[in-house]
Each structure stands twice: as structure tokens, then as C-alpha cells.
């Protein structure tokens, strides 16, 4: 049934509606045998007015579950679409997909906690990825059946990264998934320029964002951030140490 052919429904049920209700206030009204009759002989069109209207309530109710079944169509095809990639993506065979319980909002000081634990074999210091391949940071707490991950870019956190796969620098978590470094002046770094954590993977830290180059300063100041936002993941790999 297309859009025009609804409105057009809605708008006789409504009428309709409106007409059974003042002919059944008239029958009412009349309490002799001419009420009686009048009573009988408006019976059967009230009941086919009232079906109309009954008719119009069903295609609203219609149209409201086909809206709430695709709404949720679209999320079961985001969450499948996650899923596959995760499948995809190339990774040890030792390490574990999990759960995001709870996210920054609730959890302190750039932490979030996962619903897996020591059962599963995690273990403190195990690096936490995302689906991407974008390193977030690692576990600080481990128990039976959950863990706590704390991000690199804790305030006041200090560790050396690779700037563009090439130099070993050295960086600042600042919060937030933000990161700062003073790089001599020698150092070439833009605006493309990204941070990876070394080791097997040189999995992506940081984009630079912002670079502080005042004439005559003997350092460069660098502000970066992790390319994805921490509050809309699910899912993260856990691989150990």
C-alpha cells in the first residue's frame, strides 16, 4: 500500500469516526420507539464505520512494526558486517576477540574494562588492538572472567614509538587518546606523519595532527591522536605479550 493510498485511509477512518460517534449520541437520546427504531436502523452502518476506522488503526500499527523490524534489520547487518571483518582480519592465531563492557564514560582514567579474564588465559600486560589494527593500549588488571585495559594515552604515560616506520621517538600520553612529543628540530615530521608502537605488527598508534614551530625553539612540539574513537568500539583483540 504506497504512501498516498495510506494518508488517504487515515483520513476517511478519522471522518468515520467522527460521524459513528454523533449518530449513537442521537440514538441515545431518543428513549421511546422511535429511538429504538432509529437505534436499529443505524446499527449495522456504525459497525461499517467503525471497521473503517479499525482498518486505518491497522495500517498505522502495520507501518510501525515494519519500522521498528527494519530499524532492527540495520543493526543485525552493522553487527554482521563487524563480525566479517573481524574473521578477515589477519591475526595471531593466539589471540582473542572480546567484549567491550564498559567504556571511558564509566570507567576512570582512560580505562575500560572486557569480559574475558585469567580463565581464558589473559595476563597483565597483553596488548589490546582494535579490529583495524590500531593499538590501544593493555591490561593492567586480570580477573577470572574480566580485565581492565588501560590506554597509552593515560595522562602522564611515557613510551617510544616509530614515527613513520623509520625514527624511535619518544612520547607523552596527554588523555583522551592524545598524545604530545618535543622533537629536536632535526626530526622531520607533518602532519601525515603517524606513530606506531615497534615490535612484530608495528600496529598504529597515532596520527599527527598538530605541530608547535616557533623560530629559534631547539624543539617542535607534536600533538597526535589515535585515529579511531574509543566509544564507538565493541569489539577488541587481545594479544599477548
Known amino acids: 500500500m504506497n504512501f498516498l493510498v495510506q494518508n488517504k485511509m487515515r483520513g476517511t477512518g478519522k471522518v468515520a469516526f467522527v460521524v459513528a460517534l454523533v449518530l449513537l449520541i442521537v440514538g441515545v437520546s431518543l428513549r421511546d420507539e422511535l429511538g429504538y ?9 456504525v459497525q461499517a464505520l467503525w471497521s473503517i476506522k479499525n482498518i486505518d488503526d491497522g495500517v498505522s500499527s502495520v507501518g510501525g512494526r515494519e519500522y521498528a523490524l527494519q530499524s532492527r534489520l540495520d543493526y ?18 593466539t589471540s582473542r576477540m572480546v567484549n567491550i563492557l564498559s567504556s571511558l564514560y564509566s570507567s576512570p582514567y582512560d580505562t575500560f574494562v572486557i569480559d574475558e579474564g585469567s580463565d ?9 588492538i582494535t579490529l583495524e589494527g590500531v593499538i590501544l593500549g593493555e591490561l593492567i588488571e586480570v580477573y577470572p572472567s574480566v580485565a581492565k585495559v588501560s590506554l597509552y594515552s593515560t595522562v602522564g604515560r611515557e613510551l617510544e614509538v616509530l614515527l613513520d616506520n623509520t625514527i624511535r621517538v619518544r612520547v607523552k600520553g596527554i588523555g583522551n587518546q592524545n598524545f604530545f612529543a618535543d622533537l629536536p628540530q632535526g626530526i622531520p615530521v607533518s602532519t601525515s606523519s603517524t606513530l606506531s608502537f615497534p615490535g612484530d605488527g608495528e600496529y598504529m598508534l597515532a596520527t599527527v595532527g598538530y605541530i608547535k614551530n616557533n623560530v629559534g625553539d631547539a624543539f617542535q612540539k607534536v600533538y597526535a591522536r589515535s585515529p579511531v574513537n574509543v566509544h564507538h568500539v565493541k569489539f577488541v583483540y587481545v594479544i599477548p605479550q
Do not use: C, Q, R, Y
Open 37 to 45: 427504531w432509529f437505534t436499529s436502523l443505524i446499527t449495522p452502518p
Open 76 to 93: 543485525l547487518t552493522e553487527e554482521n558486517a563487524i563480525l566479517k571483518n573481524a574473521l578477515n582480519h589477519t591475526m595471531s592465531t
Open 120 to 128: 581464558e588465559g589473559l595476563l597483565v600486560g597483553d596488548k589490546v
